[in-house]
């Protein structure tokens, strides 16, 4: 919980790499070695040492993901005497200028907002047979015969069948998607507008009159952002970035005998969004959560804004594994840390490390082990993972 409500804050993912020690200069030695350093020298020697000491060198920043989180608030007709005025001066220009029918109400005061992507951008706009207003659905916006068979809800009472239906893919249980024959249709006064957005692109009336006159530009951060479904959960197999992963399956594919198409991408199975994967992790890592978590979670501390934050080293054990084959002999096989659960609610972090064993040679038995990374030389990293923070209860700050 918020020790304090605000109306917003932010949300905070960082992973980066562990600092390391700088190099620190050879001791100074006499022209002579018969003399002694000057103590000069060695003064110098002695401040530059501490200098580099304290000062580390800053890890690679892996991941580092920011979102703004709103209290309860809407997009909202004006009062019908604005309006009116604002018909006046349309007409009265000759649709030249259009004025915004609609704003965005100030954000209610929060202490606490689950971060799952019901409140994030996305939604559904739908008509059923029973609704009062299904006459007024213009006939454009109808299912066809087609897509009411093909409808999720075709076996559902009449009344409750769909006769118009329009979803935002990439998120059908968020906030603030509208269609304008939508709005018309039911006459809609007020949409709750998203709560959880990306920082410093959050949605605004104006973008929201945009989007519904059809005047964003995908290609525009400012256009595109404050209407991106966003969270730190996974996405679902159905979403449009994983499904496009899935490759060509058409007829030649279904009478193969193939098990995936040929242009089928692995990276389908990245789960987490594209912003927090980043190539394989050596387990040592430094995670640090920002009003991730609840204030009075054992080692969280208040920043200069009193932002709760919370770090986390991972302690750099590497599993692997001891393979003994059949034929006799044995050998040790590498895991890869691909993926990484962060659960702040229930203070756990679940770390999944993977191996690939050949088929060939015949294995006998598989022996799970652990060395710690500090024991070892050098490690393999290859080029490939995923790390996800699945939606917590509560995202607090304070």
């Not at 945009?210 to 197999?237: N, S, T, Y």
Request: net charge positive.
């Amino acid at each position: 919980m918020l020790r304090k409500p605000t109306r917003q804050f932010d949300v905070r993912l960082q992973v980066k790499r562990p600092d390391t020690p700088r190099p620190l200069p050879e001791k100074p030695r006499p022209l002579n070695p018969f003399m002694p350093v000057s103590d000069i020298a060695m003064a110098q020697w002695k401040r530059e040492v501490a200098r580099l000491q304290v000062s580390p060198m800053q890890g690679k920043v892996l991941i580092d993901k920011t979102l703004t989180v709103t209290g309860e608030r809407e997009f909202r007709k004006k009062f019908w005497p604005v309006r009116l005025v604002q018909w006046a001066i349309k007409w009265g220009t000759l649709t030249l200028v259009r004025p915004n029918p609609w704003k965005l109400t100030v954000p209610q005061r929060i202490a606490s907002l689950p971060l799952r992507y019901e409140y994030a951008y996305g939604g559904q706009n739908r008509i059923d047979a029973g609704d009062k207003w299904v006459k007024r659905v213009p006939k454009r916006h109808r299912l066809t015969i087609e897509q009411r068979v093909a409808h999720p809800d075709k076996d559902a009472p009449p009344v409750r069948q769909a006769v118009a239906h329009d979803v935002c893919e990439p998120n059908p249980l968020g906030l603030g998607y509208a269609q304008p024959w939508w709005i018309k249709t039911a006459k809609i006064k007020a949409i709750p507008a998203p709560q959880i957005a990306n920082a410093g692109h959050l949605p605004t009336a104006g973008l929201f009159w945009q989007a519904l006159r059809g005047r964003l530009k995908p290609g525009k951060p400012q256009h595109a952002k404050p209407f991106e479904p966003v969270g730190f959960g996974i996405r679902a197999k159905t979403h449009p970035e994983r499904r496009a992963l899935l490759g060509t399956v058409d007829e030649a594919f279904i009478k193969s005998d193939r098990w995936l198409p040929d242009d089928f991408d692995f990276a389908i199975w990245n789960a987490a969004p594209v912003d927090q994967q980043t190539d394989f992790l050596r387990g040592d890592e430094i995670i640090e959560l920002t009003n991730l978590c609840a204030p009075d979670t054992p080692g969280a501390i208040a920043d200069a804004k009193g932002n709760t934050v919370l770090r986390l080293a991972q302690p750099g054990h590497l599993p692997y594994i001891l393979v003994r084959f059949k034929e006799g002999s044995i050998g040790e096989l590498s895991a890869q840390l691909d993926t990484v659960l962060i659960d702040p609610e229930q203070r756990q972090v679940c770390c999944v490390w993977r191996a690939v064993v050949a088929t060939t040679p015949a294995v006998r038995v598989l022996e799970a082990r652990m060395v710690d990374k500090a024991d070892i030389a050098a490690f393999d990293t290859p080029t490939a993972a995923t790390a996800t923070v699945p939606a917590p209860a509560e995202t607090t700050h304070g």
